[in-house]
């Protein structure tokens, strides 16, 4: 395997369901302190992802904690996955990450998805049926935006009249692209600069869009390697069925959660999971040591070359920052320098 430069980071959602034995407070300072210790363990990357109205807290404000981690890192890629495109004003969004590409050094980026629940569109005034067309359009503005262009833009979501956003970042944030189905996943190879996935759904779909793109555009040209940034639901541990066994209810929360909310499919007809055992069984988590997460990564990055990043939650809802500190560090301990030392 040619020697690669792959960046192995940490997902964020910044959940603290009831009953809650911590403040909001506590957990943001917990998570900022664990974030800055995680980067001198050797992590490359942190994502922070996004939802509203969530009785959990689940982060509503990804891109004002993304500032807060810029703060307290020098060297960590800062990334979105993901963000809500089709709930967001386009140009808005263009000049908040702007800025923060601004104040990390170039070290932000800007990954954006769908979104599924019903009440966050119903509140935010925008319908369903038109997240194709608001994802195609926010894309396009967001370049634009990027670019420094003078924008004139008359479609079927948004008008722009002449509008230009600044200040401009001298390096603009990559924008990444996520989606569970095939739709979403070509939408990402056509209009991305990477693809982000989750739990490896879309890999294979994902990397046959990219050919595909290429063969219609110019046949004599190879076609482009793309990026995917893998967000893995792996609990790594010494002894990962013991750590199953004691977040089983945080991981249950977690895998339920998304079910109720559609993210698997429309919630009436994906059951919820009866317990923690069945979630990891039929569900996107895999129980692995030091070993079997070294084989199975280096396995996932051979037959990918695509993958650009890994990265692991840092803790599941309600679960202790100490707790999810543990197995980061297992994880930079024992796993990340020896899918390193393969992959050379």
Not at 41 to 57: A, K, M, R
Not at 113 to 140: I, N, T
Request: hydrophobic share 40%.
């Amino acid at each position: 395997m040619a020697d690669r430069n792959i960046n192995f980071g940490l997902w964020y959602d910044f959940r603290n369901p009831r009953p809650r034995e911590r403040s909001f407070e506590k957990l943001y300072a917990e998570c900022l302190q664990q974030i800055s210790w995680a980067e001198s363990l050797g992590f490359d990357s942190v994502w922070l992802t996004e939802h509203h109205f969530c009785e959990d807290g689940y982060t509503p404000s990804p891109l004002v904690i993304a500032g807060a981690i810029g703060q307290v890192t020098t060297r960590m890629r800062i990334g979105t996955n993901l963000m809500l495109l089709p709930l967001a004003d386009p140009l808005r969004l263009a000049e908040d990450s702007a800025t923060l590409s601004i104040l990390t050094g170039g070290r932000f980026d800007l990954g954006v998805g769908l979104g599924y629940r019903q009440l966050e569109f119903d509140y935010f005034g925008r319908k369903l049926s038109h997240r194709p067309s608001l994802m195609e359009e926010g894309v396009d503005l967001l370049r634009k935006a990027w670019r420094g262009e003078t924008i004139q833009h008359n479609g079927r979501r948004f008008r722009v009249d002449g509008l230009a956003v600044n200040p401009v970042a001298g390096t603009p944030p990559r924008l990444f692209m996520g989606g569970m189905s095939e739709p979403a996943i070509a939408r990402a190879a056509r209009l991305g600069d990477g693809f982000l996935s989750t739990g490896g759904i879309g890999h294979d779909l994902y990397v046959a869009a990219i050919k595909d793109g290429a063969a219609t555009k110019n046949q004599e040209q190879p076609a482009p390697k793309g990026a995917i940034c893998a967000g893995n639901w792996g609990i790594i541990a010494e002894d990962p069925e013991a750590e199953a066994a004691n977040i089983a209810d945080f991981v249950l929360y977690q895998a339920n959660q998304y079910v109720s909310w559609g993210a698997f499919g429309p919630p009436d007809q994906v059951p919820l999971f009866a317990d923690a055992e069945s979630a990891i069984r039929e569900g996107l988590y895999e129980l692995w040591d030091a070993d079997q997460a070294v084989e199975s990564l280096v396995e996932m990055l051979h037959d990918y070359p695509e993958i650009i990043d890994i990265h692991f939650w840092a803790q599941f809802p309600g679960e202790s920052v100490e707790s999810g500190s543990r197995r980061m560090e297992y994880i930079a301990r024992q796993v990340i320098p020896r899918v390193r030392e393969q992959i050379k």
